[in-house]
């Protein structure tokens, strides 16, 4: 089994900037992807997707097999995840010519997942076989219950309703909350298609302390003391 590991580092971010390349404990959150995918031992080759050039220059020293140059068109704010990794795929088989059977994107700013959960994430995608594994924790807030939106007229109404409604989150329908951790794919699902949901994707749950997303400040400052206090 041929498996290509993504790691996609866009230079510009509106929400934080740089936030790629934010140090965590001394280390910056690209290099702690490379890092994490390399202690799987299940990659036959990591590829960096980015448009820095700081990034392209450190990636190979920190692990990384190949660095792509990501094109304009893939770094702006409308240019989708999934255009991006595939890319890097196509990209990657030319330059190393393999023809890899599953791709696994890891979020440069979701350094809490653990070795476990990528393994975890690929092993549940080649057992059932199917075209995409998600990772996700279990949502706070409910589209059943407590996830409100707003009509043209200015009407308020939970998001999904059902008659009689939910009277507590608890015995709403569960709901989860992509964490952007983990994303794998049957490599021919993403040439065919390249969207992170199809008709038989699986989740692969992780708990919501290793499933924080660094977005903002805030985000950042929440991830370092998980992480300065992840043994405490």
Same mark, same amino acid.
């Given at each position: 089994?041929?498996?290509?590991?993504?790691?996609?580092?866009?230079?510009?971010?509106?929400?934080?900037?740089?936030?790629?390349?934010?140090?965590?404990?001394?280390?910056?959150? %690209?290099?702690? =992807?490379?890092?994490?995918?390399?202690?799987?031992?299940?990659?036959?080759?990591?590829?960096?997707?980015?448009?820095?050039?700081?990034?392209?220059?450190?990636?190979?020293?920190?692990? =990384?097999?190949?660095? &792509?140059?990501?094109?304009?068109?893939?770094?702006?704010?409308?240019?989708?995840?999934?255009?991006?990794?595939?890319?890097?795929?196509?990209?990657?088989?030319?330059?190393?010519?393999?023809?890899?059977?599953? &791709?696994?994107?890891?979020?440069?700013?979701?350094?809490?997942?653990?070795?476990?959960?990528?393994?975890g994430a690929i092993?549940?995608?080649?057992?059932?076989?199917?075209?995409?594994? #998600?990772?996700?924790?279990?949502?706070?807030?409910?589209?059943?219950?407590?996830?409100?939106?707003?009509?043209?007229?200015?009407?308020?109404?939970?998001?999904?309703t059902v008659n009689?409604?939910?009277?507590?989150?608890?015995?709403?329908?569960?709901?989860?909350?992509?964490?952007?951790? #983990?994303?794998?794919?049957?490599?021919?699902?993403?040439?065919? /298609?390249?969207?992170?949901?199809?008709?038989?994707?699986?989740? %692969?749950?992780?708990?919501?302390?290793?499933?924080?997303?660094?977005?903002?400040?805030?985000?950042?400052?929440?991830?370092?003391?998980?992480?300065?206090?992840? /043994?405490?």
């Open positions: 089994m041929k498996r290509l590991a993504t790691i996609c580092a866009r230079k510009n971010s509106k929400g934080l900037p740089g936030k790629n390349k934010l140090l965590l404990n001394g280390t910056p959150l %690209y290099a702690i =992807a490379i890092s994490q995918a390399v202690k799987t031992e299940y990659f036959t080759s990591i590829t960096v997707s980015t448009d820095d050039e700081e990034i392209l220059e450190n990636s190979l020293l920190y692990g =990384a097999d190949l660095t &792509v140059n990501r094109p304009p068109i893939l770094t702006t704010d409308q240019a989708g995840k999934p255009e991006t990794i595939l890319h890097a795929l196509l990209e990657t088989e030319k330059e190393l010519g393999i023809s890899y059977d599953v &791709v696994v994107d890891l979020d440069v700013t979701s350094p809490l997942r653990k070795v476990e959960d990528i393994k092993d549940m995608l080649e057992l059932n076989k199917v075209s995409s594994v #998600v990772s996700a924790c279990i949502s706070h807030r409910n589209p059943y219950f407590n996830i409100l939106e707003i009509d043209s007229k200015g009407k308020i109404s939970v998001s999904k009689p409604p939910y009277l507590s989150r608890q015995l709403s329908p569960k709901s989860f909350d992509m964490n952007a951790a #983990v994303h794998v794919w049957n490599t021919q699902a993403l040439k065919s /298609n390249p969207i992170v949901i199809f008709n038989d994707s699986l989740i %692969y749950e992780m708990p919501e302390k290793r499933s924080r997303d660094i977005d903002t400040e805030l985000d950042f400052e929440i991830v370092k003391f998980l992480s300065e206090n992840s /043994n405490k």
